[in-house]
């Protein structure tokens, strides 16, 4: 039987003009929106693209041939308490290492990067170089927190509807009873009048407790509303009076004294109410979460000019005048781990963009904050156009 033809050898075609690319090779990393930085195995800089200069800063002069360490503002300084930043590992494994990075750029902002390293083998396996890619997801990161933050509550107002559902037959039971209970002791001349008074405040009781237990139904029910949730004509002073009933238990277990400055006369604002009543528990929570030890909270509203004002005012420690320009930076926080994300503001800042708001903070550092919301009654309503 005749052999079969052996397939046939297909040249390896080279993916560029070396020769044509050699030249403009330095404009080609300089244009990359990424920062790009180029280290040898004695952590030398080779090359550094101007994105990377501009992300992380660098002492005056030249970089290159100058050890990482002393050249640049090395965005893996932190993992050096490790023992290695991840260039070295890369050099160890030969492989690509791929970290996520919450950095202070030099401006002050936090800023989340991705980074790749990607060792260059020479001829004989041996890593030459570290190629250091780093790409900007500060913005991704925040929509993805954000949508992730969406899927939440949508999932809260299906559990808060099923809640409510569950608890609303049981409360409409024993609110009939009470007045069953009720009607026939109007109507009972044998029952002593001391017993009478008696019965009758814990009947009232009962009914004042199961309706209050419906309305805080009622109220989560509103804030967990899914978020396309259509616009409408929303009463501020009643989402800060929710708010803070919502918020009574940990408000009572800190101590904290509330006063609520409401001015009757302010016109409702056209908005996702989703939205306004995310903007005062945000707020609020913030307030609260600043005052561990007690404090006073303090919620008022007003109008001026066709706006409607929302100011919410703590005695905690107040903002360092460091922290005053980042507090609005997505993933920015002061609070212990596991105690906040560094989104309430930043989200809180885009919501009250989105209807055509603004929202400022006033501070002095062991003297409280006040954040100060002007909300226009006729805004966008809320959308994201």
Request: hydrophobic letters at 40%; proline letters at 6%.
């Amino acid at each position: 039987m005749a052999s079969q033809p052996a397939d046939p050898i297909i040249p390896i075609v080279p993916h560029m003009d070396i020769e044509q690319v050699r030249h403009i090779l330095p404009e080609l990393i300089d244009s990359m929106s990424d920062a790009v930085v180029v280290v040898d195995r004695q952590q030398r800089v080779v090359a550094a693209n101007r994105r990377y200069l501009e992300a992380f800063g660098s002492l005056p002069g030249s970089v290159l041939l100058h050890h990482c360490h002393d050249a640049l503002h090395c965005p893996e300084g932190p993992s050096f308490k490790t023992g290695r930043c991840s260039a070295c590992e890369a050099i160890e494994l030969k492989q690509p290492v791929r970290r996520m990075r919450n950095l202070t750029a030099p401006a002050g902002a936090q800023r989340r990067w991705e980074a790749t390293f990607n060792p260059v083998l020479d001829a004989s396996g041996e890593v030459t170089h570290v190629v250091e890619v780093w790409r900007d997801i500060t913005e991704r990161s925040e929509l993805e927190a954000q949508l992730a933050h969406s899927e939440r509550l949508a999932s809260l107002g299906t559990l808060a509807a099923g809640v409510a559902h569950e608890l609303n037959n049981p409360m409409a039971a024993i609110l009939a009873g009470v007045e069953r209970l009720q009607r026939w002791l109007s109507r009972e001349p044998a029952v002593d009048p001391r017993h009478r008074e008696e019965i009758s405040g814990v009947l009232a009781g009962l009914e004042r407790e199961t309706q209050r237990c419906t309305e805080t139904t009622e109220k989560l029910l509103l804030l967990a509303q899914p978020v396309r949730a259509a616009t409408s004509w929303v009463d501020v002073n009643r989402a800060v009076r929710d708010t803070l009933s919502l918020l009574n238990y940990q408000i009572s277990k800190q101590g904290i004294r509330t006063v609520q400055e409401l001015d009757p006369r302010i016109p409702p604002v056209w908005a996702r109410e989703t939205g306004i009543r995310g903007v005062c528990m945000n707020l609020a929570m913030n307030a609260v979460q600043a005052m561990r030890d007690g404090g006073t909270l303090t919620m008022r509203t007003r109008n001026v000019d066709a706006r409607v004002i929302l100011e919410v005012e703590d005695t905690g420690p107040g903002i360092l005048p460091e922290h005053l320009d980042r507090i609005w930076d997505p993933f920015f926080t002061t609070k212990p781990i596991g105690q906040g994300t560094g989104l309430g503001l930043s989200i809180t800042r885009q919501v009250v963009g989105r209807q055509d708001g603004t929202i400022r903070v006033e501070t002095r550092p062991g003297h409280g904050a006040r954040f100060i919301v002007e909300l226009p009654v006729k805004g966008r309503g809320g959308t994201d156009g």
